[in-house]
């Protein structure tokens, strides 16, 4: 199937090679169907790049929920070192978190609890305020 845009440049050069009297009411109907249709054509286009972004992130996430499902359904496949997290209580209202360990280690100075929206200091491991003492590596 050829190119809408090519499509629509191949319109053009048939009505230029036509030599229509511009002073016809007929020849600015004609450009102005043309000039929509390039619209068109150019949105169409635009709409496709987009889709063909959606998928991409649709089939990331297809990937990741497989992964998940794998962990929660398949008994006994996965170790629990497979995964680098740790777990924090929040003080608000009791609620288990279980963090990603890189987020830990990101220099965030607070997180939002999931269960009552709160925000939780996180404090380094070591005592101190975010930062490790070189001589504790």
């Known amino acids: 199937m050829e190119n809408l845009a ?11 090679g036509l030599s229509i009297d511009e002073s016809k009411p007929e020849a600015k109907l004609l450009n102005k169907i043309i000039e929509v249709l390039d619209d068109m054509a150019s949105e169409v286009l635009a709409i496709i790049d987009t889709e063909d972004e959606l998928q991409a992130q649709i ?9 998940v499902e794998e962990f929660l359904f398949d008994e ?4 629990e070192d497979d995964f680098d997290c740790e777990d924090i209580e929040c003080p608000n ?3 288990l978190i279980y963090l990603d360990a890189d987020l830990l280690e990101d220099d965030e100075e607070s997180i939002v609890c999931p269960s009552c929206g ?5 404090e380094c ?13």
Request: charged share 45%; glycine share 12%; with cysteine.
């Open 118 to 122: 709160e925000h939780i200091e996180l």
């Open 125 to 137: 491991e070591y005592g101190c305020d975010g930062c490790m003492d070189e001589d504790q590596e």
């Open 76 to 79: 006994g496949d996965w170790d």
């Open 59 to 67: 089939d990331e996430i297809d990937e990741d929920l497989s992964f």
């Open 6 to 16: 090519e499509k629509v440049a191949y319109l053009k050069g048939l009505q230029e």
């Open 93 to 95: 209202c009791g609620e």
